[in-house]
């Protein structure tokens, strides 16, 4: 981490808080993970695989915080309700929690006039029932906390994607359900935001390999010209609006895309 | 099974011919709808009802099969719905609410990028409350937002062919009057579904609007800004 960033850091993010991350056994998610573990939060990676869960939570413990697994699948309630109970249990509050799982389906390409029901109730469990059921669970908690709800969504939310349209629904979907939750938990206290990142990952750099007219593509139109960094530009966007700083931000959805989508 | 909302007729052949300006609306049959249907000279065409999610895929492609049309509709309509908190939805609310009408959301406007002509024209209606008006339905406006990224995607695949698409949303039937401060600018909120709603239709379908494409109109008489 680069010195000034460690500054900055501990002057922006003051309180020590509790965090829940879905999904964040990679890319996004365990970017975010990491810079919320810079501040020294304790966070919650809250996923079904273990073993990437458990070393993500060691990188959290490495950057300064305090890294937790506990296993979860946002689409089934039990196990949501599992996880929290967990969390709450071992850590005693919870302030914050991001939604950034997707589904698998969520890179492959698929048109509507091809999608199948059962595609669509992957993308629609994971992204829309995922986070219905996690609000039911840690609404109590927040409220409490007077802590803040954040779900990650898309440029795809946005402006749609002729290839992945499923997945651009679901992505515009969540932003709906921010700006409607934000309205509703408001006078408790709780902020509800949205974040559609544009960030490099595994996925992209290998496509970008096999396609290099997908780099000039997606980078042409980037004022930056390059993909965000998933802890550095991302990550500590997604922790600015976890934070005490964002206390008066909600029902807004943030850009961290370099300047790439083209929607206002 | 039969495909709901198709008839087939014996013999293909001897449909009568469409017209180069055929108008198609895939919506549930209702009052509403067919108000709407008959404000812009359109053919109904019934979409299941939203609890039936084993027949979409299959409705979806009967209608995908039929004749190309120039104009294609598309409201997967709701009656109303209360308002309720959405810690209050229980499994059944929930699934009735979003998870079954976003299903068939994406499956109608699937078969309407199949069914629309080339250089052809499709709208999607969807009931949406404005920002102001929303808690209390957040199904409703996660469905609106989810279909204006819906509609886009459609704009961006059908595009190259020549082949617009567009949003209209509407409050009606979802809020019935505007109780938080701005009052909405002009008279007569939440607006008729045959002059007010039909007419931002219209202009979207129409040779007027030819370089539009991805746009949402709000005929909600100026309640939402965006």
Redesign the interface.
Known sequence: MREDARMKDTTLTPAHKVVVITGATGGVGRGIAIACGEVGWEVWIAARRKVEGEAVAQEVSEAGGRGRYVECDVATGDSVAAAIRTVVRESGRLDAVVHNATSGLSPVPK???????RE??SH?GVA??GA?LL??EI?PLLRESRGSFLLMTSE???????????Y??????????V???A??WGRDGIRVNALAPLASSPAMESAFEHEPAMAERVLGRNPLGRLGDTVEDVGRAARFLLSDDAGYVT?HTLMVDGGSCPAT | MPVVGVETPDDPSQEEPLSPNSTILLAPRSDAMQRLADALEAELVPVPPVSD??D??EW?DGV?AGRAVAHVIVAVWSEGEAPD???E?DESA?TRR??GP??L???A???A??RCDDGGSIVALVQ??S?LD?????P??????????????????EGPRGVRANAVTTPLRLVERATLAPAPPLPGYPGRIDVEVAGAIRMLLSEDACGLT?RVLAADGGRTLT
């Not at chain 2, 929303?134 to 957040?138: D, K, L, M, V, Y």
């Not at chain 2, 406006?141 to 989810?146: L, S």
């Open positions: 048109r509507l006039s091809e999608v199948t029901t669509l109730e629609v829309l029932r219905w609000a039911r609404h795809a939310g946005f402006e749609g994607k002729a290839r992945l349209q499923p651009a629904g679901v992505k515009g979907a969540q932003r709906g359900l700006r409607a939750l309205r509703e029902a | 999610r084993e979409f895929e979806r995908a908190p959405l810690l939805l929930w979003l998870e976003f299903l959301w994406n499956l406007l699937g078969a990028a199949a949406s409350p920002a929303a808690a209390g339905f957040t409703e406006a996660a469905i609106g937002d989810g279909v204006v990224a819906l509609i886009r995607s459609v704009a961006a695949s991805g």
